[in-house]
């Protein structure tokens, strides 16, 4: 089975994917973290030196890499739905779940890790966020198969909704506790 976990940034693809992928026993992929291994830089390293547009074209690359494998639970970095051809691995190629939450909770999640967001290095980052979550709402949208509100759940209920979505579906059968 491949899944893929897609949402804005601090939706909970970091932390949901760690803990669904164990509970599914699968392997996690995490394009970012892929990326950062490679170039041995940060996101912001990364986006500084290629430019935003450069490291979509990076995670395009590894994102037709990774979707070769027969199973995985992938994390790709937030921005993955802008590209029409990413959207479309995602949508034929993966089972996707999109993590939801509004701008607001969103940047609650991450303000404190504003300097590792090279989109939000910014005058007004909460304002900068909502106007990335409502430009990329349609694709998100778009490619979801399945889409979790996040907002006020616990990480474990989350994972326990996707996973009972999955196994009432018929996505999955019930060998992993």
Known sequence: MKIALVGC???GKSTIGPL???RLGLPLCST???IIERHMKSLAEI???YGANGFFRIEHELL???SKEREQ???PGGGVIL???NREILKNEYFVVYLKADANVLFDRIKGELGSRPLLLVDQPAVKLKEILDYREKFYNEVAHYIVETKGKSKAVIVDEI???LLEHGLLVRCHP
């Open 9 to 11: 940034m601090g939706a």
């Open 20 to 22: 669904l992928a164990e």
């Open 32 to 34: 970012d973290n892929i």
């Open 47 to 49: 986006h500084r030196e």
């Open 64 to 66: 037709l890499e990774v």
């Open 73 to 75: 639970l992938l994390s």
């Open 83 to 85: 590209d029409l051809s």
């Open 163 to 165: 996973y009972e979505y």
